[in-house]
């Protein structure tokens, strides 16, 4: 497979998800929207991902390209294709399904134990820890199915269309590098400072051995979503 990877910032790449996707043997073009480039067309990739940024879902104004990738969502949605959002690109697609993208009572950042809801169609552990980088949450889609939450944050993820759409809002894809250079180049997120669901920096850096044990969290959401579509 050949999969289209939308980017909205230098320090919100794919991390895991490139080297998952390149040791399953599919190939993936990323496109640096926040740099200039045009989002592409959807006939010319087998799934799409829409990564994680640091603006807000409808910061339009700001960023006007995000008009071109909301139109490029929606035909995501309309179409068959597998189709993936972490973070800022769960909450795009949140949003295109009809579901509030608000900011939350607290920003989140750091670890966080994650309770997979009762009857989630994800194949993940009913606790695990997950990587978390946001303020802004989403309300559960209709016809979506729940992820499950954390403390902060009731809604981390859900699937659509039969598994066939999945949106994040946790960080499996994270490394210590990716995560190390977030911290070094960008802001936290609104409210991070006070925030009791905010870790400092060592929290975050000193246990390497985290990280690992989202490998085969991702390997199981990734495995799970491509094989949502019939070849």
Known sequence: MHLHLLQHSPHHGPARLADWLTSMGHSYTVFHLDAGELPPRLADCDALVVLDGPMGSADDDEHPWLRRE??????????????????????????????????????????????????????LPKQFDAFMWHRDVFGLPDDSQPLGGSAASP?????????????????????????????????????????????????????PKRFDLLAPLLDRVLSQWLRSVPA
């Open 155 to 207: 809604v981390q993820g859900f699937a659509w269309d039969a598994g066939r759409v999945v949106g994040l809002l946790c960080h499996l894809e994270a490394t210590r590098d990716s995560v190390t250079a977030l911290l070094d180049h960008q802001a936290p997120p609104s409210g991070g400072d006070t925030s009791p669901h905010a870790q400092p920096r060592d929290a975050m850096l000193d246990e």
């Open 70 to 123: 909301r139109k490029l969502i929606e035909q995501a949605l309309d179409g068959n294709k597998p189709l993936l959002g972490i973070g800022l690109g769960a909450k795009l697609i949140a949003s295109a399904l009809g579901a509030v993208v608000s900011a939350g009572t607290f920003a989140e950042t750091g670890w966080h134990r994650v309770d997979l809801a009762p009857g989630s169609p994800f194949d």
